[in-house]
């Protein structure tokens, strides 16, 4: 069964740190370009960051530019959201993404939320 886990949301207060992590089982990363979106509610999901498939090359949306960073460990099938500097409007499910041609997964998405 193909999956792909979120984890390692939850409440951190305004400045703090996450590590989000998304595991897959079921298919190997290698081959796809991996994504982290969000989402609040009322809102379109946002694309947050992205990875290829070698890794060499990310991109981040603005929003998060210079805060985040997202690594990928295909030994460990793994791909990681780093956020630092979190901000209340960083609050929001996020979703792991991995896409290849037309092939295409979603998590089911973990909360972050940022309040004090």
């Known amino acids: 069964q193909v999956q792909l886990v979120e984890s390692g949301g939850g409440l951190v207060q305004p400045g703090g740190s996450l590590r989000l992590s998304c595991a897959a089982s079921?298919?190997?990363?290698?081959?796809?370009?991996m994504n982290w979106y969000r989402q609040t509610p009322g809102k379109e999901r946002e694309l947050v960051a992205t990875?290829?498939?070698?890794?060499?090359?990310?991109n981040y949306a603005d929003s998060v530019k210079g805060r985040a960073t997202i690594s990928r460990d295909n030994a460990k099938n793994t791909v990681y959201l780093q956020m630092n500097s979190l901000k209340s409007e960083d609050t929001a499910v996020y979703y792991c993404?991995?896409?290849?041609?037309?092939?295409?997964?979603w998590g089911q998405g973990t909360q972050v939320t940022v309040s004090s």
């Open positions: 993404n991995a896409k290849k041609w037309d092939l295409e997964y």
């Open positions: 079921g298919f190997t990363l290698i081959t796809y370009i």
């Open positions: 990875i290829t498939i070698g890794g060499r090359t990310t």
